[in-house]
């Protein structure tokens, strides 16, 4: 049997499987890699918003990462943190792992508006967990509510957060295009300290729940199969396109990105759709 890249997912549980926990578990197997999943919060929600979140104990998230000793873990993918115990718990986890790549997408607000995190939440962040990763995957939001309010664009900000420790920040433009952007396309810019990279691709109609889940999952599963970063980068990009471009509106609220659109018998259906 051939070895699967193994990635730890350490993020919260969406009942919809939109974002959290089910979508990085289908992005990473669909990209070639196998998921270990581990819950950071429940939460109860639907495709219009987040009604509520249950952060997990931070002792119960340890134990559930000592009891897959017998797993080669060869990325980490984190999400949504909801608590300064959950954080500990996260922080304590990665340190068991150096050297493995770690991508956080930096959860801090649900597409519906609901807060997700805390000013002493954030800071907590920045200070403890950021000096560990290499690669975080912020929205343009996410972006200037990490770095503060001392620097007013995209580059600068990008800037301080590799200032505190940080390897590499992949910038999404899907939530908030830049002002300089097309109106028909959305540009991701990848920041590293030595230089950068921006990425155009087609804008999709309409809003989707759980597009950056999908990335960053893709992204440590591309990783943790060898890949360079740009070449992860580029590979998880094309991917969550393509899973919005087949995505599924259930109702009246956010599209979810279909992620397993290239199971044959999925594609048997596109076409005699």
């Not at 819950?39 to 109860?44: K, Q, R, S, V, Y």
């Not at 801090?108 to 508006?113: D, T």
């Not at 995190?117 to 912020?138: G, H, K, M, Y």
């Not at 952007?181 to 759980?210: E, I, K, M």
Request: aromatic share 4%.
């Amino acid at each position: 049997m051939r070895h699967l890249p193994v990635v730890l997912v350490l993020s919260g549980h969406d009942p919809t499987g939109g974002a959290g926990l089910v979508a990085d578990a289908e992005a990473v197997g669909t990209c070639g890699g196998w998921p270990l999943t581990v819950p950071t919060a429940l939460t109860a929600q639907s495709c219009h918003d987040v009604r509520a979140v249950m952060p997990c104990r931070g002792d119960d998230m340890r134990a559930m990462v000592a009891a897959l000793a017998e797993f080669e873990v060869a990325a980490i993918k984190v999400g949504l943190i909801a608590s300064l115990e959950s954080l500990d718990a996260v922080v304590d986890i990665v340190r068991r792992y150096p050297g493995v790549p770690l991508v956080v997408d930096p959860v801090l607000k649900a597409g519906g508006g609901k807060e997700l995190s805390t000013l002493e939440l954030r800071d907590a962040f920045c200070e403890r967990l950021l000096p560990l990763v290499d690669i975080l995957t912020p929205n343009r939001l996410e972006l200037a509510r990490l770095s503060g309010e001392v620097v007013d664009n995209d580059t600068d900000r990008a800037v301080a957060l590799l200032s505190l420790g940080c390897q590499a920040v992949l910038v999404t433009g899907t939530d908030a295009p830049r002002e300089d952007t097309l109106p028909d396309q959305v540009v991701h810019t990848l920041h590293t300290p030595d230089n950068g990279r921006q990425w155009h691709w087609p804008r999709l109609a309409g809003s989707f729940h759980g597009s950056g889940c999908t990335l960053a999952a893709a992204l440590a599963a591309r990783l943790a199969a060898g890949e360079s970063l740009v070449q992860a980068c580029e590979q998880a990009q094309d991917y969550t396109w393509q899973s919005l471009k087949h995505g599924w509106r259930p109702g009246s609220g956010q599209a979810l990105p279909r992620r397993l659109w290239r199971h044959p018998d999925l594609a048997n259906q596109q076409d005699s759709s």
